[in-house]
């Protein structure tokens, strides 16, 4: 018998396929994120779309440094012990986006566990930077869960931005190795707190080939649907290296097609399903 052992890699199949990073937009971008040191989810998440964000004139921004208090099994991101907050990070991140004439800013940040307010309070106040110094810069927020705390997730309500995202990231079954630190129900009820607290668009994301099945990915599709979030992302799950989770499988194309149309069934306003899809994939055009 020909069984794959548990550590051997998967090999790629042909539609897993990242073109290399090109263009002038991308170098100009890229230049400026190196010389102002930004810490960007693009670089650090190994994401395979850099190249064509980039390429368009957008980016994510990652704040509150770039070491996470969790240790999630599928995230590139460092983890350990996170340096002192930089309060001159909101205006730092604000004026770089002026800079780089993003139209659409994608923020996102580490998770602050370490901090009483979970990190929230810089949260609103980059956002608030923004707004300042580049007014014509619309804003999603992929925040983390804070515990679940209302007044954490209040700042965020308060601020505003045109997107509020909280990534599922997996199914039920498997969010505790997954996410670890994480629960189901918590960022379930997170992404149904801020709908109802007046959030005008709300976002989740998740990912496939951890060992999930069909039926467990189309139950937590309704599951999310049924939080009344608007826009949901679904891609392919990339080993960031040797020492995270193993790729159980390669979905193919024609299922995350499958996904889609589900999806789209139930009502979503905006559904973004292929396997190179990330949670800021096309961001631009959940703000419509």
């Not at 999603?140 to 997107?163: S, Y």
């Not at 039920?172 to 189901?184: C, G, P, S």
């Not at 709300?202 to 467990?216: C, F, I, Q, V, Y």
Request: a positive charge.
């Amino acid at each position: 018998m020909n069984e794959t052992l548990p550590d051997t890699p998967l090999q790629k199949p042909k539609w897993i396929r990242v073109k290399l990073p090109t263009g002038k937009n991308y170098r100009e971008l890229r230049t400026l994120v190196d010389k102002y040191k930004l810490n960007t989810i693009c670089q650090s998440g190994s994401c395979p779309n850099m190249g064509e964000c980039w390429g368009e004139g957008t980016a994510t921004f990652m704040i509150l440094g770039n070491i996470c208090t969790r240790s999630c099994g599928f995230c590139g991101v460092k983890t350990g012990k996170p340096l002192d907050v930089n309060w001159e990070e909101p205006e730092k991140v604000a004026r770089s986006i002026k800079l780089m004439k993003i139209k659409h800013a994608v923020l996102t940040s580490v998770d602050r566990d370490d901090l009483k307010d979970m990190g929230s309070v810089m949260w609103s106040e980059t956002v608030n930077a923004v707004r300042r110094i580049s007014p014509g810069t619309t804003m999603e927020t992929l925040i983390p869960d804070f515990q679940g705390i209302a007044k954490h997730l209040d700042r965020m309500i308060e601020v505003a931005p045109e997107v509020i995202s909280h990534n599922m990231e997996t199914v039920k079954r498997l969010t505790r190795e997954v996410r670890i630190q994480a629960k189901y129900e918590r960022s379930l009820d997170v992404l149904k707190y801020l709908k109802e607290a007046g959030q005008h668009r709300t976002k989740t994301g998740l990912m496939l080939g951890l060992g999930e099945s069909k039926d467990e990915v189309f139950r937590t599709i309704e599951d999310i649907r049924n939080a009344s979030v608007d826009v949901v992302t679904i891609g392919q799950y990339l080993q960031p290296t040797k020492k995270h989770l193993p790729v159980k499988r390669f979905v193919d194309p024609e299922e995350f097609a499958e996904y889609k149309e589900f999806a789209g069934s139930l009502g979503f306003r905006h559904v973004e399903s292929s396997p190179f899809v990330r949670s800021s994939y096309h961001a631009g055009k959940h703000i419509h």
